[in-house]
């Protein structure tokens, strides 16, 4: 690898939950339904498999196409599919063109059962195009990837030695397939290790977890469940999960910006007479008490 770049950056300065939205489901703008928050992350991998979508929103640009005026991040998180399509002109080019207020550098594809010198090459390749994307002028997300220990604090060390101060890490299959327990407190030792070497304060966003873990050290979640969960009918209560026709909370009022009162239910009721209506309301819901959620505490 070629001699690092070093870039003077500052925190991008996360809100405790970010909502991820579906840009190709308007259903999911919750600020068109009078939801007010100040930020959003926009899936990249989204307009990649819908060509005519991107070139619609790349004439616009991400804020006009979706008429929100809060801070916009791109996620350069994908599936794998995706990545080895895109070189990091390819990311230039559509950065510039969808306009967002920061990006994530790009993502790739690290396995805990890959043999050692694959996972490592990707590895290396992380950050190497996190050293071409300090040729952006623009504010940089770095990414917490690696396959084990070493190679997420390798990871780490070499963003930070270019400037990153800002991390997200990619979290939903880690959690799934039940390995972030193991990963995730290297990260967090990592970041704190090199906090107390280089002075330097960071922030770490949990990317694709739809409910608070038990490290003080995640500043921030980002997720797309709300609408997800949305969609199968399930309903969210104090941050946590439930069918919405769960007895433990079905009769119960809702006094949210979205419910106004209303019970599950009645949100049952209202979904077989309006089933567009219905959706919206828990999704809306789901979004509000998420937010609640996440921030409270901070």
């Known amino acids: 690898m070629s001699s690092l770049s070093k870039k003077l950056m500052t925190k991008i300065g996360f809100e405790r939950f970010i909502p991820q939205i579906d840009i190709s489901d308007k259903k999911s703008w919750f ?15 989204q307009l990649l498999v819908d060509k005519t979508l991107l070139e ?10 979706l008429g929100f005026n809060g801070r916009i991040f791109l996620s350069l998180v994908m599936p794998d599919e995706l990545l080895d399509n895109l070189r990091f002109k390819d990311y230039f080019r559509l950065v ?16 805990v059962d890959d043999p050692l010198f694959l996972s490592w090459s990707q590895t290396v390749r992380l950050v190497s195009l996190a050293n071409d994307f300090l040729k952006l002028d623009i504010p940089l997300i770095g990414l917490i990837k690696g396959a084990n220990h070493l190679q997420i604090d390798w990871a ?21 397939d ?11 030792m990592s970041l704190k290790w090199f906090s107390k070497r280089t002075r330097t304060d960071f922030e770490l966003l949990l990317y694709g977890i ?10 921030s979640y980002s997720n797309l469940s709300w609408f997800l969960e949305a969609k199968q009918g399930h309903y969210f209560k104090g941050g946590k999960l ?23 239910q009645e949100l049952i009721d209202l979904m077989l007479s309006d089933k567009e209506l ?17 921030t409270r505490g901070r």
Request: aromatic fraction near 10%; glycine fraction near 8%.
């Open 31 to 45: 600020w068109r339904h009078g939801v007010e928050l100040p930020e959003i992350f926009v899936p990249l991998w």
């Open 56 to 65: 619609e929103v790349s004439l616009k640009g991400l804020h006009d196409f």
């Open 96 to 111: 510039k063109n969808l306009g967002p207020d920061a990006t994530m550098i790009p993502d790739n594809y690290t396995y």
């Open 156 to 176: 780490i060390r070499k963003q930070v030695e270019m400037g990153y101060v800002s991390f997200a890490m990619p979290a939903r299959e880690l959690f799934e």
């Open 178 to 188: 039940n390995l972030l327990g193991d990963l995730l407190p290297s990260a967090l």
């Open 210 to 219: 739809g409910r608070r873990l038990k490290y003080r050290e995640i500043g």
């Open 242 to 264: 439930y069918n919405f026709k769960d007895p433990e909370i079905r009769f119960e009022e809702c006094t949210c910006e979205a419910c106004r009162g209303m019970m599950p």
């Open 278 to 294: 219905g959706l919206k309301t828990l999704a809306l819901h789901n979004l509000l008490d998420m937010n609640r959620a996440l």
